[in-house]
């Protein structure tokens, strides 16, 4: 798949959402602990049964590698195993990288994007190494119509510490922000945005302001919804005046929304994910439309 499948998606199911599987084990339902015997296998079978709901009403999913990677073996073969399924039910996908601090550590996960063992559709890396760190991406980006995500902001609360410091006349995320459009700037797709695309952060109002009038064909990931400095208004700023450009990602606020209902109104973890996918859509569509 590409941004254009991605893009079409959306278009479709008027829901810009992609959902990060990304969470902590306290968040995991402690009955399926119970009967698989252990984190990884719970883990695992809590991923599949959630793919297997959320495949109609969102455009895609997203995975750690590290996360997985944790696990050992065992968790890299359920991530392979995963990430197989969520193509076979025409999710786009997108896989948060291996942590690169090194040249050849970006040339060992791009070959992983290109790679059938983790068959993802983008990969998600951070530019803070320098264009070292994005240039071995730049080949499957062309030749075999993956893409690319790239952090300009993160969501994290101590973002500002360094991302938003100034050098020079600009801010540390602007000069990132370039660098992901200087190497953007030559992949555009048939629906006109960049295959090469920028993270930016749900708490971070003016980021996204800035980055959806400064480069009107970067396709942006709207990261951290899930902190509580997020929400979905700031997340419209992302979107053009179309509703396009743009896709959100959410994790434990779809994925643990079996908690919010527990007490109140019980009910399986995969119909509370579905409830609150639909309610987070109808929130966005309050801001923009998707035409």
Known sequence: ????????????????????????????P?????????????????????????DEVVPGVRFSFDTFALFGGEGLENLSALLDRARALGLYTILDGPQILSPWAADRAAELLQSEQ?????????????????????????????????????????????????????????????????????????????????????????????????????????????????NVKNCSYAFDRFGYGAVISAGPTITAAWKEEEEANPMEYTDAAVKTVERIRKNLLRYITIL
């Open 1 to 28: 798949m590409s941004i254009d499948v991605l893009h079409e998606k959306i278009r479709k199911l008027k829901c810009p959402i992609i959902v990060d599987f990304s969470m902590q084990e306290t968040l995991l």
């Open 118 to 230: 983790y068959p993802c559709d983008a990969m998600l890396i951070s530019p803070y190494i320098g264009s070292d760190g994005i240039k071995p991406f730049v080949p499957a980006c062309t030749k075999m119509e993956k893409d690319l995500f790239i952090v300009v902001r993160s969501a994290n609360k101590s973002a500002s510490e360094l991302q938003d410091l100034l050098t020079g006349k600009r801010l540390v995320q602007g000069a990132a922000a370039e660098m992901v459009n200087r190497f953007g700037e030559p992949i555009f797709t048939k629906c006109g945005f960049s295959r090469i695309c920028s993270v930016s952060s749900a708490g971070a109002a003016d980021s996204l302001r800035n980055l959806r009038a400064q480069y009107k064909r970067m396709f942006l990931l709207v990261d951290g919804l899930d902190y509580p400095s997020g």
């Open 30 to 54: 402690p009955y399926l602990l119970v009967e698989e015997g252990s984190y990884p296998k719970a883990y695992y079978r809590f991923c599949k049964e959630l793919l297997e709901r959320l």
